[in-house]
Every structure is written in structure tokens, then in C-alpha cells.
């Protein structure tokens, strides 16, 4: 893990992430009216937000690789669990594979002045 002055605020926001994503994928999603959605974009963007927090919160490459593999397996997970544990869900293929693109993309921050983020804020923080 980086070091923060505040490590464990920084990994508790991490696990609610982690936590938020797997019950809102398996309880019942809301009615939302087609006009109203974007596509994929929601699966797409909670793996990416999942991976990219990996990089803030992780010391190494290695640590941020193997989080978006994680990422990728749980969104996978997730989909057979959609499928095969709900009757309100349905098990999508291509939702696994947007999961699975978002960590990536996630995974990609790590490359850039974006992986300093949460740490800038913890630095100035009282």
C-alpha cells in the first residue's frame, strides 16, 4: 500500500466501492426508461473507478495489475451470478466484457499523473 497520512480512510472508501458494486449488481436494478440510460456506460465506468482506485491505493505495478485482474474476474463473477443466484437480473456477456475493459482502463491510469491523485488529496488534508 502507498503511504498516506490517512491510509485506512483510503482503503475503507476502496472496500465500499467494492462492496456498493457487488450489491447493486445483484439486487433488483430500478425501472429506468431506455431514453434515460447510456448504453454500458455505468458497468464500463464502476470497474474503471474499482482499477483506478487500485492505482491510487496500491504501491506497484504488480499490486495494480493483479487488482484489475481481480476487477475483471469479479465483474465476470458477477454476470454468472446475475444469471445463475437472481430473478430479477440477467447474465450478459457483453456486460462482463465492458467490465473487464472499464478495469483495463482503469488499469491504464496507473501510466499516468492521474495514479498521484488520492495521494495529492491526502497531503492535504488537516
Request: with cysteine; charged share 15%.
Amino acid at each position: 500500500m502507498r503511504s498516506f497520512r490517512y491510509p485506512q480512510v483510503w482503503l475503507a472508501i476502496w472496500m465500499a466501492m467494492v462492496v456498493g458494486t457487488i450489491v447493486l449488481s445483484l439486487m433488483p436494478g430500478p425501472p429506468i426508461p431506455h431514453e434515460l440510460t447510456i448504453g454500458k456506460f455505468d458497468h464500463g465506468f464502476a470497474y474503471f473507478c474499482l482499477a483506478a482506485m487500485g492505482v491510487q491505493v496500491l504501491s506497484d505495478r504488480r499490486g495494480w495489475i493483479g487488482a484489475a485482474i481481480v476487477f475483471g474476474l469479479l465483474g465476470i463473477a458477477l454476470e454468472l451470478a446475475q444469471g445463475f443466484l437472481t430473478t430479477t437480473r440477467h447474465m450478459s456477456a457483453y456486460d462482463a466484457m465492458i467490465d473487464c475493459i472499464g478495469a483495463a482502463i482503469g488499469l491504464a491510469t496507473g501510466w499516468t499523473p492521474l495514479r498521484d491523485v488520492v495521494h495529492w488529496i491526502d497531503t492535504r488534508l488537516p
